[in-house]
């Protein structure tokens, strides 16, 4: 499986992609277990990283094309902000920045030695709009957009590229109120927070994916289950695999590869991500 998925992303074309949406600068933690009301949890092997769903996303494309990927975001005027800018620059992207006068938002994520995690955000996720000075009028040039965080008129821009994907976690008013029938919707069907009801998608996407985790997935609208890949080594933190998979199957998809190839280089991508603290 893994040669296969590694000749399909060696096969890749030449691609332009983008992301729009959010960073945070994340502390991870490793604990001896996730907090508990009343008890005191021990930590060490601390350290810190840009991340959130827009930046790992991002990453992932990039990775895959290796070429650089535009990274279409806000940040604050703050030390984090300059930080998430140097770092992802780093890492292959190139941002397009809507720059604020708020705090650029920060989180936490605890890890236990099997892999789990729970994250805590602090401040308001700072999100790119379609009233800031950005490179919107350039969507048509891309054969592949992913959101995580834009307002509904962002959406509409965006819908100009080839292949538009979104996450849930953009929100479900926003994607409704945007009356735009993106090509794909990508999100975790077991969070709470991006699990959605396909019935009651108004337009509906050309395919929604409810990923599951070690469970695999389901595809909307055949409702059919797909099945996970088993990373090629030891699984450490799963931060950061939904939106691996999500970078992954929008690149692939771009690349106008079918639905299982896709979801497979997704599968692989997500899998992989597992196997190290953070997202890269």
């Not at 350290?47 to 094309?65: C, D, N, P, T």
């Not at 401040?123 to 957009?145: A, F, I």
Request: net charge positive.
């Amino acid at each position: 499986m893994k040669n296969h998925v590694l000749k399909e992303i060696d096969r890749l074309p030449k691609l332009k992609l983008a992301v729009i949406g959010h960073i945070e600068w994340v502390t991870f933690l490793k604990v001896d277990q996730l907090p508990l009301a009343g008890e005191i949890s021990h930590g060490n092997d601390c350290f810190e990283e840009a991340a959130g769903g827009a930046a790992v996303a991002a990453v992932q494309m990039a990775r895959l094309i290796n070429e650089p990927v535009d990274l279409i975001t806000s940040l604050g005027k703050d030390i984090y902000g300059e930080k998430c800018y140097e770092r992802l620059t780093k890492l292959g992207l190139n941002l397009k920045i809507a720059w604020r006068e708020k705090p650029t938002r920060k989180g936490i994520s605890l890890i236990t030695k099997d892999g789990e995690r729970a994250i805590t955000v602090i401040g308001e996720r700072l999100q790119p709009t379609s009233s800031d000075d950005l490179p919107w009028g350039d969507m048509k040039n891309y054969d592949g957009v992913f959101i995580t965080a834009t307002d509904k008129e962002g959406i509409r821009l965006a819908s100009k590229a080839r292949f538009v994907a979104a996450t849930p976690r953009t929100g479900k008013i926003t994607l409704r109120d945007s009356k735009v029938k993106i090509n794909a919707l990508i999100g975790s069907g077991i969070d709470p927070g991006e699990k959605i009801n396909f019935d009651e998608l108004s337009p509906k996407p050309d395919i929604y994916i409810a990923t599951r985790g070690k469970s695999g997935g389901i595809v909307y609208p055949q409702k059919y289950n797909y099945k996970s890949i088993k990373p090629s080594s030891q699984e450490i933190d799963s931060y950061g695999c939904g939106d691996c998979f999500a970078g992954a199957v929008t690149t692939a998809l771009s690349a106008k590869l079918n639905l299982d190839q896709a979801i497979t280089m997704g599968a692989y991508c997500g899998a992989e991500c597992s196997t190290h603290y953070g997202p890269y």
